[in-house]
């Protein structure tokens, strides 16, 4: 978990670093689908990926010992979901996103088969079907066809099973449960969401900056 979490770390200050947070990125799918391939910073990637690395090696050592370790298999889950979002958020490798989203929410299924109370592994399987239920139609086929989930209303349920008793990714999940409430226009569950989120970690100026823009 040590390394995986330095990953995450890395990611999400890339992102920072190159303003990808910002809710309307999220919030427009017009200017999703536009959005430019980001230009990364090398140092850094190579940091992340010998984070990552480093997490799946001593996952595989652990999981060869005990095929049932939770911890290894919730690092696993994590690291499949990094790579996803890198991919597409950095990459903008959209077709390589998905298979790593679906990964990571197999993954996330054989956990909760032997610990249905990994409630931070619920987001795995919360992110694929909301983010691919929010598709056309006609797309939604296609995905299932695929193997992929896009049960877009069971999907938020799952975030907000992280959010309210996940351990390390309860603050992501509301984040994301902000976001969706922002692209149903409930405009008030946001604000409540990210007011909470602004609160609670009073050094990330990314919630208050959310927040104001909303208000």
Same mark, same amino acid.
């Given at each position: 978990?040590?390394?995986?979490?330095?990953?995450?770390?890395?990611?999400?200050?890339?992102f920072?670093?190159?303003?990808?947070?910002?809710?309307?990125?999220?919030? &427009? @799918?017009?200017?999703?689908?536009?959005?430019?391939?980001?230009?990364?910073?090398?140092?850094?990637?190579?940091?992340?990926?010998?984070? *990552?690395?480093?997490?799946?090696?001593?996952?595989?050592?652990?999981?060869?010992?005990?095929?049932? &370790?939770?911890?290894?298999?919730?690092?696993?889950?994590?690291?499949?979901?990094?790579?996803? @979002?890198?991919?597409?958020?950095?990459?903008?490798?959209?077709?390589?996103?998905?298979?790593?989203?679906?990964?990571?929410?197999?993954?996330?299924?054989?956990?909760?088969?032997? @610990?249905?109370?990994?409630?931070?592994?619920?987001?795995?399987?919360?992110?694929?079907?909301?983010?691919?239920?929010?598709?056309?139609?006609?797309?939604?086929?296609?995905?299932?066809?695929?193997?992929?989930?896009?049960?877009?209303?069971?999907?938020?349920?799952? *975030?907000?099973? +992280?959010? &309210?008793k996940?351990?390390? *990714?309860?603050p992501?999940?509301?984040?994301?449960?902000?976001?969706?409430? *922002?692209?149903?226009?409930d405009?008030?569950t946001?604000? +409540?969401l990210?007011?909470?989120?602004?609160?609670?970690?009073?050094?990330?100026?990314?919630?208050?900056?959310?927040?104001?823009?909303?208000?």
């Amino acid at each position: 978990m040590g390394p995986v979490s330095n990953a995450a770390a890395y990611l999400f200050s890339e992102f920072d670093r190159l303003h990808i947070l910002e809710a309307d990125l999220f919030t &427009d @799918d017009h200017k999703f689908d536009n959005r430019n391939k980001r230009t990364p910073d090398p140092a850094l990637k190579t940091e992340f990926e010998k984070a *990552l690395a480093k997490s799946t090696d001593l996952a595989n050592k652990m999981l060869a010992q005990n095929p049932q &370790d939770k911890n290894a298999m919730f690092s696993q889950v994590m690291a499949n979901g990094l790579r996803g @979002d890198y991919a597409a958020m950095i990459e903008k490798r959209n077709l390589a996103s998905l298979t790593y989203m679906k990964t990571a929410r197999g993954m996330a299924e054989k956990l909760l088969a032997i @610990d249905p109370t990994c409630y931070d592994a619920y987001l795995a399987i919360g992110v694929e079907n909301y983010l691919l239920g929010s598709s056309s139609a006609p797309v939604r086929w296609v995905l299932r066809m695929t193997g992929a989930q896009t049960d877009k209303a069971g999907g938020v349920e799952r *975030l907000r099973l +992280t959010a &309210d008793k996940g351990h390390y *990714l309860a603050p992501f999940a509301r984040l994301l449960l902000a976001v969706a409430a *922002l692209r149903d226009k409930d405009r008030q569950t946001a604000r +409540t969401l990210l007011a909470a989120l602004a609160t609670e970690f009073p050094r990330n100026q990314l919630y208050a900056q959310e927040l104001a823009r909303i208000q």
